[in-house]
């Protein structure tokens, strides 16, 4: 029992598609498919960046989060330096801000990505000293004013062009190491 089909010329017509906004139910799944594709590219990539920074008379510390359209928040924290300045030296002050020569790119999903150095930024080697060392070289000043200058001047581009900057650091560390022994005038690095 052959059948044999004979052609009439009538096409058969196709199974009814379920269509949802012009769309059928697979285009809608690879749609989906590619959204969750990008998305997971796009929150993958650095979308944020953390910059931190000091105030190199107080010690105040400053968190900038920036993205590529601009500055999002800034966040402040204070120290043990910042509140003892306040209480001591300067009820208030400008801060003078010095970038923390590390930088770090944070994904979408907040996992960081990526740091990046920057050893020439201004105030440099303010972050190679501790907040309570910083304490202990402003009592240790007959004028606390005095060695607010210093701690200015760590962060011109003059002293740091010659690295005089890291001169006055180490300095500063074998005076507190001998018990700050002396004064300072008599310390000072030759320039």
């Not at 008379?57 to 999002?72: A, K």
Request: glycine share 4%; charged share 25%; with cysteine.
């Amino acid at each position: 029992m052959n059948e044999s089909r004979i052609d009439t010329g009538v096409i058969s017509p196709k199974p009814r598609e379920r269509r949802w906004c012009f769309l059928t139910i697979n285009e809608w799944a690879v749609v989906a498919m590619v959204l969750v594709f990008l998305t997971a590219m796009l929150l993958s990539t650095p979308a944020w960046q953390r910059h931190r920074h000091t105030c190199a008379v107080c010690r105040l510390e400053r968190t900038d989060v920036t993205s590529p359209l601009g500055q999002l928040t800034s966040t402040f924290r204070e120290t043990s330096c910042s509140r003892w300045y306040a209480a001591h030296v300067e009820a208030t002050h400008e801060h003078l801000w010095a970038a923390n020569p590390t930088m770090q790119s944070i994904d979408g999903y907040g996992v960081v990505r990526g740091a990046g150095d920057n050893e020439n930024r201004p105030g440099r080697v303010i972050w190679r000293l501790t907040p309570d060392a910083q304490i202990e070289i402003y009592k240790h000043f007959p004028k606390p004013l005095e060695a607010k200058q210093l701690f200015v001047s760590l962060t011109t581009p003059t002293v740091m062009r010659e690295r005089h900057d890291f001169q006055i650091l180490e300095t500063l560390r074998e005076w507190s190491d001998t018990g700050f022994a002396g004064r300072w005038e008599d310390r000072q690095p030759e320039k």
